[in-house]
């Protein structure tokens, strides 16, 4: 990895990627074609990019079973408790309706209600990311979202990876499809004779997903566009360079261009890690991708005093902060931007990515300056109450209406004025 003063360079930001004009183009194509022609075009291009014809999208209870009965038993009571770890940690997140009493017993106040159906992408293929079900599925049933449906490309085989479908299994989930890309989304938005349209769309994909979010964005909501991972260390010379290589690592495997940094007052710490990174690439089974991304986008930033690193790690606001100093709790409380921060030597990212109950679901591309973690608030909508008796209605229509002709809008002001307490219906 490339050691470099922080002093001389402190341009952290990684360019997001959102893909070429001729990407873009089939995605626009894609969604139109499935919103045409529904099951028929999504049938026509599983064949092309997923190598596979589907007579019937819909995961079957027998496949779900399947997988159940053949998966490792150890492995499903891990997932199982970290189901419940997260489950615990979003409860906490839970809002509830409130009222504001006004005198002469009105009121005005916010309800807050579940959205009725979302729909999660969980990346497939050759991969398998039970982990996207837990932290996309749990929030959303914490919230009470009546309908949760996955979508996830099969294999050649037009199947899914058994761990996915234990984790949807583990939750309750049995409306799952075998279709992934743009057309997914698209069947999401718009539906199809199979699949009944969405209000929400959440869950990582490649760029072809990413694009086709974007573009039906309003259609429907989303979480996020999220670019490649990032993970910053903010590391001293009480830090082992071993722990630290593997850390910075764990991110590198996901993706060419994941971004992995390390910040650090001590010089030697930097040596060391970089040796070790290069030391531990050799035996990633992963190794191509880790070293792609160490290095087009790693880098090890030395500065002169923590307070340098504190500085530049707010203007980074990174995906993944890990905190690995003397008092990892003091520079904690200093760190304003991150999407999550793992505090000490022994809470090293993966814990967060599988295990703790915070949501992995993270902002990317310094966007933590702004946005938040996947949680509870992302699968529900508030909506404003009021309620106006005659008696407050009499008291406050005047500076309503003043307000009003003050901004031009003469009809707001005569609706308000239109009520008029001595005012009785006809009758006849």
């Not at 009493?101 to 992408?121: A, H, M, W």
């Not at 002169?304 to 606001?317: G, Y």
Request: with cysteine; hydrophobic share 40%.
């Amino acid at each position: 990895m490339q050691i470099i003063s922080l002093s001389q360079d402190i341009s952290l930001k990684r360019p997001l990627d959102m893909g070429n004009a001729q990407q873009l183009e089939t995605v626009r194509l894609v969604l139109a074609d499935v919103k045409n022609r529904g099951d028929m075009a999504i049938t026509e291009y599983s064949e092309k990019w997923d190598h596979v014809k589907l007579d019937n999208f819909r995961v079957s209870i027998d496949e779900i079973n399947h997988a159940k009965a053949s998966f490792d038993p150890v492995l499903q009571k891990d997932m199982e408790e970290a189901a419940h770890n997260i489950r615990v940690f979003h409860e906490k997140q839970k809002r509830f309706d409130y009222e504001v009493d006004l005198k002469n017993t009105s009121f005005i106040g916010q309800r807050v209600s579940p959205l009725e159906s979302v729909g999660l992408y969980v990346p497939g293929g050759l991969a398998s990311y039970p982990s996207s079900v837990l932290m996309n599925v749990i929030p959303a049933q914490v919230a009470g979202v009546e309908r949760i449906v996955i979508v996830s490309p099969p294999n050649d085989q037009g199947s899914l990876p058994d761990a996915v479908l234990v984790a949807a299994s583990i939750l309750g989930i049995e409306e799952i499809y075998k279709i992934g890309g743009a057309q997914a989304i698209a069947a999401l938005t718009y539906g199809t004779e199979s699949i009944k349209p969405v209000d929400k769309i959440t869950g990582p994909g490649n760029i072809f997903v990413a694009l086709a979010k974007r573009e039906v964005f309003g259609l429907v909501a989303i979480d996020m566009i999220a670019g490649p991972s990032e993970i910053a260390i903010i590391a001293d010379d009480t830090a082992y360079a071993d722990e630290v290589a593997a850390d910075l690592l764990s991110q590198a495997e996901h993706d060419p261009m994941a971004c992995p940094i390390l910040l650090t007052t001590s010089y030697l710490l930097a040596d060391e890690v970089a040796n070790e990174v290069e030391k531990q690439l050799s035996t990633l089974p992963r190794e191509k991708i880790a070293r792609a991304s160490v290095e087009n986008f790693g880098r090890i930033y030395v500065a002169e005093t923590m307070t340098e690193i504190i500085n530049a790690v707010n203007k980074l606001a990174p995906e993944h902060l890990e905190i690995m100093t003397l008092n990892p709790q003091e520079i904690a409380q200093q760190v304003r931007h991150a999407g999550a921060i793992f505090i000490g030597r022994y809470s090293s990212e993966p814990i967060g990515d599988y295990f703790a109950g915070t949501n992995h679901v993270l902002p990317t591309n310094s966007t933590a300056r702004f946005s938040s973690p996947l949680s509870v608030d992302d699968f529900v909508k508030k909506t404003s109450v009021i309620y106006y008796s005659e008696e407050t209605w009499r008291q406050h229509s005047p500076k309503v209406a003043r307000l009003a002709r003050m901004e031009g809008l003469e009809a707001h002001a005569r609706a308000v004025e239109s009520r008029s307490w001595t005012k009785e219906k006809d009758q006849s």
